[in-house]
C-alpha cells in the first residue's frame, strides 16, 4: 500500500438521495464507467464521503460505511457492494508480458468441453446458458449468460437463476419488474 495521501472514499446515490454503493478510489475512479457497479448518469449524485486519506485510511473507511450501511446481497442493509471492502490492487499495472499470460490461461478454458458445466442441466448451468430478456414492451435483449444478464441489469444473478428462471419444460418461472427471462439453448 502507498502513504500518498491522494485517496478518498465515495458514494454513489439513488435518486432518493440513499447511498447504493460505497468505494474508494484516487484520481477519476469514482466516475470510471467500466465496472459491475455503475456510477450515476448525474454527477451531482456521486459524493465524496473523505478525501486526502492514505490507502490503508480510505480501505479502512470503505469497510466501516458498508459494515455500517450494510449489504443487500447479504440482506444486511442497502448497498449493491459485492464485497465487505478493504481490498483490491490500487493502480495495478499490468506488463504486456503479464497480460498475455492471463490471456492465455483463460482462452478456452471457459467455454464449450472446457466448461466446467459442460453437459449439465438445470441451475448448475446458469453461468453458461445464454439467456433471452424481453422487456415489459417487447424489445428482446440476449446476454451469453446469466450473470451477464444479472450484471447488466442490476440483479442478483442467484434470485435471477432461483425465482424467474426454471429449467426443464417450461422456460419462464415469473417476472421482475415486468421483464421475462428464456433461457435460449434449451
Known amino acids: 500500500m502507498t502513504t500518498n495521501n491522494d485517496y478518498y472514499t465515495y458514494a454513489y446515490l439513488r435518486e432518493d438521495k440513499t447511498p447504493y454503493y460505497i468505494g474508494k478510489g484516487r484520481g477519476k475512479r469514482a466516475y470510471d464507467k467500466r465496472r459491475t457497479i455503475k456510477p450515476p448518469k448525474d454527477k451531482s449524485r456521486i459524493i465524496f464521503l473523505k478525501k486526502n486519506l492514505t490507502e490503508a485510511e480510505a480501505f479502512k473507511h470503505e469497510v466501516y460505511m458498508i459494515s455500517v450501511l450494510g449489504r443487500k446481497d447479504l440482506g444486511t442493509g442497502i448497498l449493491r457492494n459485492r464485497t465487505n471492502g478493504g481490498e483490491g490492487p490500487s493502480g495495478a499495472v499490468r506488463s504486456a508480458e503479464t497480460k498475455k499470460k492471463i490471456s492465455e490461461t483463460k482462452t478456452g478454458r471457459n467455454s464449450g468441453e472446457k466448461h ?36 447488466e441489469l442490476g440483479v442478483n444473478w442467484g434470485n435471477l437463476c432461483s425465482r424467474y428462471l426454471k429449467t426443464g419444460k417450461s422456460s419462464t418461472r415469473g417476472k421482475f419488474k415486468g421483464w421475462i427471462f428464456i433461457y435460449q439453448n434449451e
Request: aromatic share 12%; charged share 20%.
Open 116 to 151: 466446467s458445466q459442460f453437459g449439465r442441466t438445470g441451475a448448475l448451468c446458469f453461468n453458461s446458458k445464454a439467456i433471452l430478456a424481453i422487456k415489459p414492451d417487447g424489445t428482446e435483449f440476449h446476454f451469453g449468460s446469466g450473470r451477464e444478464a444479472a450484471r
